[in-house]
Each structure stands twice: as structure tokens, then as C-alpha cells.
């Protein structure tokens, strides 16, 4: 008798404490402003042209091989408008293969690369899942604006936190 | 409010640690355990290694875990690493009695790779021996039960893990590989 | 052959797996049973041999760090640790002493919630359907929550690099810490309410699967199997590694090495871990977080073999690395716990009831990923 | 509490249903009522192979809960409507993986659960792992990431809910 009113009263406390349950598609768990998201590239608003050059670091160590990256010379640079001389001409990340692991943020020298907070990026298609140039300045920009991050060459690379993300909720 | 960027640049520790030597006392009781094995010895950072030849290395095994001085009875790892022309496994032992390890080895040339199984004497060697024997090839001689542990029938006769065998290619994904039946209805299979 | 009564009998063979709900991922089991009588067990394995191994020769370094998180998959910072303790120790380094700290609360913490996953899963193996895993995911998603904050991922960390670790832990790491603690020793005593004194528990654990000490050893068994036996060996106090020599814990020994003293030993490991992390918060100094050579990451170890093992939740991980003095390592053999505990899983089940089968699975909290890399 | 919008290529927020006046109220073609009704009880066959399945376990269990959209686990495939295919496909694998997905009854939908099952992810140069699950069976939805949030999971069930909706409007051939 005392077990069964016992365990009533578990029952009756576990009924009344709070669910932790998040209601997923209107809200959505707290985001850590250092989340490895999908990578994305980031913009010079300041020259108003990517902050990549194009120097295949992050190809080269990307243990995956899931990003592919072209160069080619800046035409700012002739203009003397940007200090950059050469620029990235075609960029692409397979999506479907990168482990946001974070190294190609790591050896940027450029700080051209960052890990946003995108990752609800399923597909029907694999084909759907290759971030093209435009994708990845499209979610860079996006990236940047919520976070607040300002691109200008020269600046020492980014030592401890990623600064902070927009996470919802 | 963004958090502040942590940039910490504190004394960085530039001096080297000294480098680690293994116990001298271990050192010579395995030399004297070991005497009249015609065995190498060596270090491995801070552990004796001692490299017998093979066909005595059952022997040196059980001489490891019955001797009263090096009591060895727990078998920490076998590891099968391809050199040159020779295989070597390496015997990382460990007494739980008196806390001590060292480390045995044994060489086995790449045309005659029959190394004598030592399941006897730890029966934890058992899968350590099955996977060397598929991954690189080497014969376990003894052992009751040498099939395939970790592989398939696919791979008799290749051996994945030796230096020779190649890498796969990445195939990327293009629109002419992409399979389009996720875009077809769905049929019975 | 004939039975007892002169009937005719014919051993069965029972095929487990590899799908299987309660087999803790892609595991096959052979069952050879007469009647409910299981009479032998062969264990299939390498239904997830990835060929880590294999991949650690081209890749560097700092990319191996990533495949080993992938090993076992539950205890992402111990994986990651036993690697760069390898790396370190050809080199001769050592990781800053702030950096040792980090680690020792991050792999603790990994401790915990890889035993709150073990506590979920064995609830379900011994038929608390969903109520106790609910209880340990509860537990567990506080912890990656800490997790995220520090490294960025919820599992995938490659946080702790060879020489240090990777960044500075947030300015609120400490407190939250201790609020985390908190709360996971109301978790625990709760979790501990629902399943340890449990009569129906006690039936299905209480001596199943019994290991004894001797075997235990010859098997190469590990980890809270091997503790569970009663052989007092923890790594952390055998071989103390990062900063273990400064802290008092226990270890908690089993008397019998049956499947209740595996799944106690565990949770009284929680504690223990709590105790750790809490000497580790109050002793933390301030200071580098990395040594020189881990801010480039182009480690490059001289030519040489050695052997490193380290506590992880399923017992003693161990890496032997062997150098020739390149940016990539020349082979890298990797002891997986959960493969020499799986060795010894056909002495325990030979003779048991086949419905207990899975409980003295479950009881070896086996990560096919680790068993097959 | 802020909503979440998830930047979406494929469907632009179309309306699927024909809302009737009376409140409660919806009508359509039959087709699309059977795909309602599918996509509000997907079961899922709970098949972990490697680390995403501690992700995939993680979306049914208390924070994120997925019992919310009508998806129960269910450990046979026979009752089974979607796999997901949670880890690395290694070729010694394959073959009972085809095995589970004839097994299930159609209609049925596959999720490729983080990048070691939809391309290999980081272990596409190993000898033994299958660069895909599409290699061997139909993939209808591709989740990337390693492993997967459980909210990216989510994300990829509410497509795969979108995609059985679209299949009831589209006429069979």
C-alpha cells in the first residue's frame, strides 16, 4: 500500500515538472555561438569582393576533399581599389561530404572561411547538396550580417571563439 | 551582446620535457630474463622492447607471463605493422600483479610470413591474431580458428592494410552519375 | 543425438543480427541453443570496419583527430585525447596545464554521458522499454549542451589537438560546469531509483553472465569489466595520465563480475567522475591552452614506436603509433576496449538462458565502432 | 521564441490542402488524403548503423521528440514505412540492408542520414566502405552533416512529409 502511494507520488511530481521537450519546427534548442555549422565564405563589404583568394589552403587540407577552388587575378587590383591581387574564381563545397570539422576555417590565412550556423540543409538530391559559389557567399553574407562579423585584410586570425550566432529560442 | 573574442597569449611552455627513459631496473631483469633468447632489446619512448626471434616466441611469452619477476598476464595489444620486407608483431604486455609492461616483438620476413600463434599463453590474442592475419597477410601458425574477422570472403587473398594495396577514388557527384529515382514515384521493389 | 527421454533432439542454430534492436548497432551473433539453453556463441563482427587504420596512413595529423572521434562514437574526447597523449609522447611534449585540466573535465564529462547512453541502452536490453533512456537522454543532452558551448559540436568535436586543445572553454565554462553537476547528481539519483534496487532488475542482472577474475584477465578484458570482476585496474591509477595523480577518487569493484556489478560499476563511476570534475574545477590555473607546435598543426613526430592507453568508459584505449618521422604517421594500431571485452562474451553466454543472452550483451556496452574501426 | 526559417530550394511554402469553409474541414482528392494520412504515421524501422544513429536516438528521446509528428520507431521492418539509413554502409553491410529494405512493404522512403551514407563522408577512400547508400538502394531524402543535428534530422522528415504530399498531387505514371 505505501509502495502503490509512493509510487503515485511519483507519478504525480514527474507529471507536474516542466517537459523539456522544444517544439522543434517553431522552436528550435539554444545554438552555441561556437555551433560548427556548414562552411561558408565570407565578404569584403568594405572592397565589396570576396575575402578568399583563392589559394586552395583549405583544399589542400580538407580531410574529406570536399572542397574544390579555382583562382584567378583580381581586377580591383589593377584599379589599386583592393589589396588583393588575386581572387577566387569558382568555389565549391560538397555539402554531403564535409564533416564540420573546421579545419579549412583553421588554416585560412585570409579569414575567408567560416563555419556558419546552417544545418538544415537536407535534400531530394545529392545534386541539391553542392553549395556553388553563390550559395556559399548567399549563406555567408547571411552568416555574417546576424553575426556581425567585419572582414578586413590584414587582420590577426581569430584566436579563441568564433563570435556569436544568432541561434533562436 | 556579443561575447568577447578570449585572446589569451599566456607564457607558452617553450622548455622540453625531458625525455622519458624507461625504468633501468625493468631493463635489467628483462635482459636477465630474456638471456639466453638471442633477443634484441630496445626502447620504445618509456618502454623496454625486447625482440625475440620467432620461433621462440611462444616460448619467450609464456617465460613472460609464468617468470615470478615480470608475472605478465594481461596481453594490452598486438599490433602487426609491415616494415620494409619484414612483418613485425609487436606484444604489449602488462603484469596487473606487479603493474610493470615492456614490450615483445617478433619479425617475420615478408616471404614467409608464419609467425607462431600465442593463443596459448593469452586467449585474449585470439581476434588481435584474426585481424593481423586478414589485414596484412601474416599466418598465425596454431591458431584454432584463422577466418575472417573484420572483412568478407571478398577480400581472401588481399590484404587491405599493407602498404601496397591502394586507396578507393572519390567519385563527386555530377548530374550524369545522380541516381534520379528519388524523383520518380515510388514503385514495388 | 538422443536426450534425455530418448527423444530425438537436434541443436538449433539462431541467427542475431546484424539488425537487431537490441544488439548496440550492427553486431551478429550466432547462437547455438538447446531448447532455451544457449550452448555456444560466435560473435560475427565487421559490419562497420571502415578502415580507420588504413585512412590514419594518409592522412595528417590534425585530420586524424577527426576519424578518431569517429571511432567510438560515445566518447569522442577520450578518443581524440589517447591520440594526441600518442603524438605527444613520440614528440616529447606536454600539453599546458590549463590544457590538461580542460581535457580532464571534458573527458570526464564524456564519461558520464557515455554511461547515461549505457544506462538507456541497458534499460531497453532488460525491458524498461523507453522510460529509462528517456531518463539517460535527458541527462546526456544537458551534458552535449556543454559540449557545443565548448567545441562547437555535439559529437564530432576535434577539440583536443596533439600539444593542447583547440580554444579557450567560454568565459561562463565554470559555472555552468558546476550547475550541470548539479543537476546530473539529481539525474543520477533518480536514474539510480528507477533501475538499481529494482526487483525485476535485480532478477534479470543478478548472476548473469558471470566473468571471473582470472578469465577477465586472460580475455584482455578492460574497463568497468574488468573492474566488475574485482581486479582493481583503472589506467587513470595505474598509469596516471594528464593530471589523474592529483585527484582522489575510487574505484569501484565488483565482487561477483556478474552482469549487476558491470551496470553498478558504472554508476558509481558517474560519481566518482562528478567528484573528479569537481577537484579539477577548483584546482584549474589559468594560463596557455596550447603549446607552439599545436597552433599550426604541422606535427611531425620523429621516427620511433609507442604504445599509449588511457581510461576511456569502456575501458583501456590504447594507440600505437609508429613514426617515421613524416607528416603522416606510418601505421597507427588502435586497442579498441570494446573489442578484447567482446572477446569474453562467449565464455559468459555459454550456459545462460537465451533471454539473458542480450542482458550480458548489453552489460558489455560494446560501440561497434570502436569493435570493427 | 523566434522561428526558425530554414533557407528551402525546393518548395516555396505551397499550400496543399484545399481548406473547406466549415472549421475542421478539409477535403481533396483521395490521393492526397492517403498521402496525409501516410506522411501523419511514418514509421521508421529503428536501425542504427554507426555514430548518426546516437543522433537519430537523440531526435526520439525527451528534447526533441519525435513522437510529436506520428513517428514511432518500430524494430521490424515488416510494419515499417522509412529507413533511415543512419551511418557509414560498409560492403559487408549492403547486402542485408537490401535484405531489410525488400522486406519493408511499399510504399516505402529511405532517408540518407549524414554524409558517410549519402557519398562515403570520411571514409570515401576506404577499401571497404560502400560510397553511398544509393549505390544500392532508392534514396528520397539526403541529410548532410556528421553527424546530423536532430533538428536537421527533423528538418528531413518535415521534407519527406512535403515530398509524400507532393506525391499524392502528382498523378502516378
Known amino acids: 500500500m505505501i509502495g502503490l502511494l509512493r509510487a503515485m507520488g511519483v507519478t504525480l511530481k514527474t507529471m507536474l515538472r516542466k517537459p523539456v521537450t522544444v517544439q522543434y519546427p517553431d522552436a528550435h534548442l539554444p545554438i552555441s555561438p561556437r555551433m560548427l555549422g556548414f562552411p561558408a565564405l565570407l565578404w569584403d563589404s568594405a572592397v565589396d569582393e570576396p575575402a578568399c583568394v583563392g589559394c586552395k589552403v583549405c583544399e589542400r587540407y580538407c580531410p574529406t576533399d570536399c572542397i574544390s577552388v579555382t583562382m584567378k587575378d583580381n581586377p580591383l587590383a589593377k584599379e589599386g581599389k583592393s589589396t588583393r591581387r588575386k581572387m577566387v574564381d569558382d568555389f565549391q563545397i560538397r555539402l554531403e561530404r564535409c564533416i564540420l570539422c573546421g579545419i579549412c576555417v583553421e588554416v585560412c590565412n585570409f579569414e575567408a572561411i567560416a563555419m556558419t550556423d546552417y544545418h538544415e540543409q537536407a535534400d531530394i538530391s545529392r545534386g541539391g547538396l553542392l553549395a556553388t559559389k553563390d550559395d556559399l557567399f548567399r549563406m555567408g553574407r547571411d552568416f555574417q550580417q546576424r553575426a556581425g562579423i567585419k572582414v578586413t585584410p590584414g587582420t590577426p586570425k581569430l584566436e579563441a571563439a568564433a563570435p556569436p550566432k544568432e541561434g533562436s529560442a | 551582446m556579443p561575447e568577447p573574442r578570449p585572446v589569451r597569449r599566456g607564457p607558452e611552455k617553450a622548455e622540453p620535457v625531458a625525455p622519458v627513459r624507461p625504468d633501468a631496473k625493468m631493463e635489467a631483469l628483462l635482459k636477465e630474463a630474456f638471456a639466453g633468447f638471442g633477443a634484441a632489446f630496445g626502447y620504445a619512448v618509456d618502454e623496454v622492447t625486447v625482440t625475440a626471434p620467432r620461433e621462440r616466441i611462444v616460448e619467450a611469452c609464456r617465460l613472460a607471463k609464468d617468470d615470478p619477476r615480470l608475472r605478465f598476464d594481461y596481453l594490452r595489444c598486438l599490433a602487426v605493422t609491415e616494415y620494409g620486407d619484414y612483418f613485425q608483431a609487436a606484444y604489449l604486455l602488462f603484469s596487473t600483479a606487479l603493474g610493470h609492461k615492456a614490450m615483445l616483438k617478433t619479425n617475420a620476413p615478408k616471404d614467409d610470413a608464419v609467425i607462431p600463434s600465442v593463443m596459448g599463453v593469452w586467449r585474449g590474442a585470439d581476434w588481435h591474431e584474426r585481424e593481423g592475419a586478414e589485414l596484412f597477410g601474416v599466418t598465425f601458425a596454431g591458431h584454432p580458428d584463422l577466418k575472417h574477422l573484420l572483412l568478407f570472403d571478398e577480400f581472401s587473398g588481399k590484404y587491405p592494410m599493407r602498404k601496397d594495396f591502394p586507396f578507393e577514388e572519390t567519385v563527386d557527384w555530377t548530374p550524369e552519375n545522380d541516381r534520379p529515382w528519388s524523383r520518380l514515384p515510388q514503385e514495388g521493389s | 543425438m538422443a536426450g534425455e527421454r530418448g527423444v530425438e533432439t537436434v541443436d538449433m542454430l539462431l541467427n542475431m543480427g546484424p539488425q537487431h534492436p537490441s544488439t548496440h548497432g550492427v553486431f551478429r551473433m550466432i547462437l547455438k541453443v538447446d531448447g532455451e539453453r544457449v550452448e555456444d556463441a560466435e560473435a560475427v563482427v565487421g559490419y562497420l570496419h571502415r578502415g580507420s587504420e588504413k585512412l590514419c596512413e594518409r592522412e595528417n595529423y590534425r585530420q586524424i583527430i577527426t576519424l578518431f572521434d569517429r571511432l567510438d562514437y560515445i566518447s569522442n574526447f577520450n578518443n581524440e585525447l589517447v591520440f594526441c597523449l600518442a603524438a605527444e609522447k613520440l614528440m616529447g611534449i606536454e600539453a599546458p596545464e590549463r590544457a590538461q585540466y580542460i581535457r580532464t573535465i571534458m573527458c570526464e564529462l564524456n564519461r558520464i554521458s557515455s554511461h547515461m547512453m549505457f544506462y538507456g541502452a541497458y534499460g531497453t536490453d532488460v525491458g524498461v522499454f523507453a522510460t529509462a533512456f528517456m531518463y539517460g537522454f535527458r541527462e546526456r543532452e544537458v551534458i552535449q549542451q556543454v559540449f557545443e558551448a565548448v567545441s562547437g559540436a555535439r559529437m564530432m568535436h576535434s577539440y583536443i589537438r596533439v600539444g593542447g586543445v583547440a580554444q579557450e572553454v567560454p568565459a561562463d565554462f565554470v559555472p555552468r560546469v558546476r550547475a550541470v553537476l548539479s543537476g546530473l547528481k539529481r539525474g543520477i539519483e533518480e536514474c539510480d531509483r528507477l533501475l538499481t534496487r529494482n526487483e525485476i532488475f535485480l532478477g534479470r542482472t543478478r548472476g548473469i553472465g558471470v566473468l571471473s577474475a582470472q578469465d577477465a584477465i586472460d580475455y584482455g578484458c578492460s574497463g568497468p569489466v574488468l573492474r566488475a570482476s574485482g581486479v582493481p585496474l583503472d589506467v587513470r591509477a595505474a598509469e596516471p595520465y594528464l593530471v589523474y595523480d592529483r585527484f582522489t577518487f575510487d574505484i569501484p569493484l565488483g565482487k561477483s563480475g556478474d552482469c549487476w556489478d558491470r551496470y553498478w560499476v558504472r554508476m558509481e563511476e558517474m560519481r566518482q567522475s562528478i567528484s573528479i570534475i569537481e577537484q579539477a574545477l577548483t584546482q584549474m590555473p589559468e594560463g596557455a591552452i596550447q603549446t607552439p607546435v599545436a597552433k599550426f598543426g604541422f606535427v611531425k613526430p620523429p621516427k620511433g614506436d609507442a604504445y599509449v592507453r588511457a581510461e576511456n568508459p569502456r575501458g583501456d584505449f590504447g594507440v600505437y603509433l609508429v613514426s617515421e618521422g613524416k607528416e603522416t604517421p606510418y601505421r597507427v594500431k588502435i586497442r579498441a576496449p570494446s573489442f578484447c571485452n567482446l572477446m569474453a562474451l562467449r565464455q559468459m553466454v555459454r550456459g545462460s538462458y537465451l533471454a539473458d543472452a542480450v542482458v550480458i550483451l548489453g552489460s558489455l556496452d560494446i560501440v561497434l565502432g570502436e569493435v570493427d574501426r | ?173
Open chain 4, 1 to 173: 521564441m523566434e522561428i526558425k526559417v530554414t533557407p528551402d530550394r525546393l518548395w516555396k511554402g505551397e499550400s496543399l490542402l484545399h481548406k473547406s469553409g466549415a472549421p475542421g474541414v478539409i477535403t481533396g482528392k483521395s490521393d492526397e488524403l492517403i498521402a496525409m494520412a501516410r506522411k501523419s504515421s511514418l514509421w521508421p524501422l529503428t536501425f542504427g548503423l554507426a555514430c548518426c544513429a546516437i543522433e537519430m536516438i537523440s531526435t526520439y528521446m525527451a528534447h526533441h521528440d519525435l513522437d510529436r509528428f506520428g513517428i514511432v520507431t518500430w524494430p521490424s521492418p515488416r510494419q515499417s514505412d522509412v529507413m533511415i539509413v543512419a551511418g557509414t554502409v560498409v560492403k559487408k553491410m549492403a547486402e542485408p540492408i537490401k535484405l531489410l529494405y525488400e522486406q519493408m512493404p511499399s510504399p516505402k522512403w529511405v532517408i540518407a542520414m549524414g554524409s558517410c551514407a549519402t557519398c562515403g563522408g570520411p571514409y570515401t577512400r576506404s577499401y571497404s566502405v560502400v560510397m553511398g547508400v544509393d549505390k544500392i538502394i532508392p534514396v528520397d531524402i539526403y541529410v548532410p552533416g556528421c553527424p546530423p543535428r536532430p533538428e536537421s534530422l527533423m528538418d528531413a522528415l518535415i521534407k519527406l512529409q512535403d515530398k509524400i504530399m507532393r506525391e499524392g498531387k502528382t498523378p502516378r505514371a
